[in-house]
């Protein structure tokens, strides 16, 4: 199994990134899906959680509004896509699956992607 995450970069104040998060050796659809975030000197946090393609994702109050999840069953991937961002959502982005019932809870995922940087810098 692995979660190839990809799409980080260096981007202004108010731009926008989309990443992605393609897994082998495991049907997304059939997953719940979360993605995190690390920046330096802090802990991981939950960025949003997708527990089954149908459902309601959940977002971490301080992207609900900039950020949103998809996915594409298809291609076994899952996009995040961030607009409008500040320079605090710098950080390592990282992608997990897990069963559908996980939330925000790291332990809750089995599986990890390698993470992706997210610059956001004048």
């Known amino acids: 199994v692995q979660l190839q995450a990809s799409g980080g970069g260096l981007v202004h104040p108010g731009n926008s990134l989309r990443l992605s998060c393609q897994a082998s050796?495991?049907?997304?659809?059939?997953?719940?899906i979360g993605w995190f975030r690390q920046a330096p000197g802090k802990n991981r946090e939950g960025v949003v959680f997708s527990r089954t393609p149908d459902g309601v994702p959940i977002y971490a109050n301080s992207v609900k509004g900039r950020f949103t999840i998809s996915r594409d069953n298809a291609k076994n991937t899952v996009y995040l896509q961030m607009n409008d961002l500040k320079p605090e959502d710098t950080a390592i982005y990282y992608c997990?699956?897990?069963?559908?019932?996980?939330?925000?809870?790291?332990?809750?995922?089995?599986?990890w992607g390698q993470g992706t940087q997210v610059t956001v810098s004048s």
């Open positions: 997990g699956a897990g069963w559908p019932s996980i939330g925000f809870i790291e332990s809750e995922y089995d599986h």
């Open positions: 050796g495991l049907t997304l659809e059939r997953h719940g």
